[in-house]
């Protein structure tokens, strides 16, 4: 039995309660889109306006990218003194977006005391392009949620076709461990069990049976269709706290904008890297790819590099040091090799 | 105008005749699933029935990168261009229109940029009409139509028994009379036929409210609806690669030891370093400006300089935008 | 004849390099065209710029501080800020450069026809006032204006540019200059006190008289309100904007202020068409 009403509507109420008791200035939760299949951001300022909110299969943003922009001071000193307080913002969280959060929270990124964590306990989020690959030949007028948890999409031809839920959801919904915020101020929904641990795993142990030159194949998918646009970028909360991309940098030029094959496989080669023990594998990078990408086809690895070298997995404990900045006497040094 | 009729059976004939005088890109399902303009030949059929292309066809006029000027030993030379001409099946007919806008840009303005003169001039555009556009499509909003002809040689319209090709151009003039022994003479029923197809494909687009924008968005200038709607543009650039008519590049140089490139990408104004002057100024330092910029120019600023609008109702920002900004929305706003 | 690319560059090489300020990070490079006939085609009217190419390094627009009657070469005066003008002040007379150009809107020299100049210049952008006062005094154009007044003013008496030829301006009899400094950190004869100071002493009369302003933005916005005082009608005072800029030929659509783009409708403006422009800039 979906839960989304009763959600949408404890949210509703929380969002008006703190922004009419001033225990935020800002609400960030989601709001109806103009096409199906997806949601817009809300930044909700007006109690009264709270209505606006909507829980339902298609809360896949992750509003954790928000959240250093907001607290970012401004880099001219003269502004930086005249800038507004940093607002409180309460903020709509799902397991992955939570795990962001921590992550930020770990690099100081973001202050804990200026944010009110609305958890909610997520079934999963429609991927819109396997939805939309799903009814096929027919284009969607509507969709909604039936009383299941599938969706319902109302098509061209007047008629309704249901899509399994798990059909439809993102990858890396398929992969989340840990679908329930585990860092919350306000926690909504039965908590949902993660998939088994090792479901990314197995993606990554499928794709390394496979000869060299299958590998790179699959790379190649990646490398030959990738724009340069940099949305994988742009959506990731890990990114987002950072105030000059390497990638942008012009002293040196350490990267070309172009998509030729070095420049392609170096932009997301030095991506993984940088990401390293910071992706919480929240797929706001696949989910922004214009391409529809496995942008996360490196990160996934990487992810699994660091918790079997260090055991350490970003976006769980929010006071944890985070492990490319931590050292510990005991820490595998089985790659150090004579000289 | 020409109008001609070519049976479906004979489609895969025409596409090998165009195959002996250029390379052509037809509408295919790439590896990914998504259709796109794919060399000839595909191994697979050449479709019919899609939506529209991921990436517009702008790609083969000003693409993503592109060598402008080689070095060697510190001198610079041109590089050339391929020389062989194009044939572009299946445009729909709001990216052959956003060919006009790139014009604008590209051919009327003083100085001509050759290397987009090149291109425009070596490609054939055929363009395919729209018979279910998308919801996110609104081409007749904007001065198109899912049968308009506007930038293309010869637009084709399907019908039952093949496909209408009514030549727009000379060009697409010459390219029929040199098919003639393809080609049928079409009924009155035929041509009745594809009209109603089109006028039943116009019946079904959401208007959206571009209107008189120009003299609206110079009174909205200092609208709350620019920071409202733009505090949650996150800079992502999809919005402008995937644009037929966007047409921002950077420059940049790639050499070493004396020898390499100057090469122009794609750029888009919604990046936060788009206009970051050396000194740290920006003059438009927050997604609230870049969102405004980004209107600006598509309904006011070209409307001022063009006559026209820079946006063909193509619907890609709408449909790919990752916060579903929707420019629909804020056209609605400004009044 | 086939029209020329406008992405490449025209060779020249630098035939000497003029250090301008105690600082020493304005350089004036003096550049020769390798081929003569680029020479003869590169026809540019003061106001206008060019954008300096690097190999390797990539381009930079600079206004062009030579007057088209100053014939053999054209002069840049760059400031050392980033990246391309590092690598240009590293570079000695005989290294090659190339130069795109000319481009932008030059200043409105059919309607300064017959009027008296009023020529404002702070600091660093002076520089394509100096092709403009150059131009006016040449023997062949003086007649064809009124009476020409300029002040210029820098921080201190080192950072003035261009100082033989201000000396020499001073000591002719068919234009006023009076320069001033912040701060006269040695001896100093002329004015003290910034450009908007001496504006307001001199009082020049606005009849018949466009003015022309150049400087940082501090300085333009209480220029402004001076010439205002002073009974200056907006479309009687011109500015040149500088923008980030990459094609410089209206093309890669970064430097628009409105529907205007800077390096092709301007970069000269004249006060009420930047008016009518949104304060995007």
């Known amino acids: 039995m979906t839960e989304s009403p009763q959600i949408e509507s404890r949210l509703r109420e929380t969002a008006s309660g703190l922004l009419r008791e001033k225990k935020v200035s800002l609400f960030l939760g989601y709001e109806k889109a103009t096409l199906p299949f997806r949601t817009a951001p809300l930044f909700l300022t007006a109690a009264d306006e709270a209505e606006r909110l909507v829980w339902n299969p298609f809360c896949s943003a992750n509003l954790a990218v928000y959240l250093p922009r907001l607290f970012k001071a401004p880099a001219d000193a003269r502004e930086a003194k005249a800038a507004p307080a940093p607002p409180t913002v309460g903020v709509v969280l799902k397991g992955c977006d939570a795990r962001s959060v921590v992550a930020l929270l770990q690099e100081r990124q973001v202050p804990r005391e200026k944010l009110l964590l609305v958890g909610v306990a997520c079934p999963g989020m429609v991927d819109r392009r396997k939805a939309e690959r799903a009814l096929g030949e027919h284009a969607c007028l509507g969709a909604g949620e039936d009383a299941r948890g599938n969706v319902r999409a109302v098509v061209d031809d007047g008629t309704e076709v249901t899509l399994r839920r798990e059909q439809i959801v993102a990858d890396a919904c398929l992969e989340c461990r840990a679908p329930t915020p585990a860092l919350h101020d306000l926690l909504l929904g039965t908590p949902v069990a993660g998939k088994q641990a090792d479901a990314a795993r197995r993606r990554v142990a499928e794709l390394e049976s496979k000869p060299l030159d299958a590998r790179w194949a699959r790379f190649q998918e990646l490398a030959a269709r990738c724009i340069r646009c940099n949305a994988c970028r742009q959506a990731c909360p890990m990114c987002a706290g950072c105030k000059t991309c390497l990638l942008d940098q012009t002293r040196p030029r350490w990267i070309g904008a172009g998509t030729d094959a070095s420049d392609v496989a170096l932009y997301h080669l030095l991506r993984a890297f940088h990401l390293a023990g910071r992706c919480t594998g929240c797929g706001a990078c696949a989910r922004a790819c214009p391409m529809g990408l496995d942008v996360r086809l490196l990160s996934r690895k990487m992810s699994q590099e660091v918790e079997d070298l260090y055991g350490f997995r970003p976006g769980e404990a929010a006071d944890a040091t985070p492990v490319l900045s931590a050292f510990s006497l005991d820490d595998s040094q089985d790659f150090v090799t004579e000289p | 105008m020409t109008e001609k009729k070519i049976p479906q059976a004979s489609l895969d004939k025409l596409l090998a005749r165009l195959q002996e005088r250029g390379t052509v890109y037809a509408p295919g399902r790439g590896a990914s699933g998504d259709v796109a303009l794919l060399e000839m030949p595909q191994g697979e059929p050449v479709l019919q029935d899609y939506g529209n292309f991921a990436l517009s066809p702008k790609a083969f006029f000003l693409p993503q990168t592109q060598t402008l000027l080689r070095f060697r030993d510190g001198k610079a030379e041109e590089p050339s261009p391929p020389d062989r001409p194009v044939f572009l099946v299946g445009v729909r007919p709001c990216d052959a229109a956003a060919l006009l806008a790139l014009d604008k840009v590209f051919l009327d303005g003083d100085p001509r940029d050759p290397y987009y003169e090149h291109f425009r001039a070596k490609a054939t555009i055929i363009a395919l009409a729209c018979t279910q556009p998308m919801a996110s499509c609104f081409c007749t909003s904007v001065g198109g139509g899912p049968g308009d002809g506007a930038g293309a040689d010869v637009l084709a319209v399907g019908l039952d028994t093949g496909l209408l090709l009514r030549a727009q151009t000379t060009r697409g003039e010459e390219l029929l009379a040199s098919l003639a022994d393809l080609l049928a003479e079409p009924t009155a029923q035929d041509s009745q036929e594809a009209d109603e197809r089109i006028r039943a494909a116009e019946g079904q687009l959401a208007p959206a409210r571009a209107d008189d924008s120009a003299r609206r968005l110079r009174e909205a200038y200092d609208a709350p609806l620019w920071a409202a709607a733009g505090q949650k543009c996150l800079g992502c650039g999809t919005c402008s690669f995937l644009c037929p008519t966007c047409h921002c590049f950077d420059i940049t140089d790639e050499v070493r030891n004396g020898a390499g490139r100057r090469v122009r990408t794609w750029d888009c104004c919604a990046y936060p370093l788009f206009t970051l002057h050396a000194s740290g100024h920006n003059p438009r330092p927050t997604p609230k400006e870049r969102w405004r910029q980004r209107l600006m120019h598509k309904f006011r600023y070209a409307v001022e300089n063009h006559g026209r609008f820079f946006c063909v109702g193509c619907g890609r920002c709408i449909r790919n935008c990752p916060v579903s900004l929707d420019l629909r929305t804020a056209l609605k706003e400004i009044s | ?281």
Request: glycine share 10%; net charge neutral.
């Open chain 3, 1 to 281: 004849m086939s029209v020329r690319n406008p992405y490449l560059p025209y060779p020249t090489r630098i035939e000497a390099v003029a250090i301008e300020n105690g600082a020493r990070d304005i350089k004036t490079f003096r550049l020769a065209f390798e081929d003569p006939a680029h020479a003869a085609e590169f026809r540019h009217l003061p106001g206008q710029f060019a954008e300096l190419s690097l190999p390797g390094v990539g381009e930079a627009p600079f206004g062009i501080a030579s007057s088209p009657t100053e014939a053999g070469y054209i002069l840049f005066s760059v400031k050392r800020t980033g990246l391309f003008t590092g690598e240009l002040h590293s570079l000695e007379p005989g290294a090659p450069i190339g130069v795109r150009g000319p481009m932008g809107k030059p200043f409105p020299w059919e309607r300064m026809e017959g009027r008296n100049l009023l020529i404002i210049g702070g600091g660093f952008a002076f520089t394509t006032l100096r092709a403009a006062v150059k131009y006016v005094l040449d023997p062949a154009n003086r007649p064809r204006f009124g009476s020409v007044l300029v002040i210029y003013g820098a921080r201190t008496p080192d950072e003035l540019m261009y100082k033989d030829e201000l000396a020499a301006w001073q000591a002719r009899d068919d234009l006023q200059v009076h320069l001033t400094v912040d701060v006269a950190d040695k001896p100093w004869a002329h004015h003290v006190g910034v450009v908007t100071k001496v504006l307001d002493g001199l009082k020049p009369s606005s009849e018949n008289t466009l003015a022309i302003a150049c400087g940082p933005p501090i300085m333009i916005r209480f220029t402004l309100l001076s010439l205002a005082n002073l009974g200056f009608s907006d479309d009687a005072v011109i500015l040149s904007l500088e923008m980030r800029m990459k094609c410089g030929i209206g093309k890669c659509g970064r430097c628009n202020i409105g529907s205007k783009y800077v390096c092709r409708d301007g970069p000269v403006f004249t006060r009420d068409e930047l008016k009518a422009l949104p304060a995007e800039y």
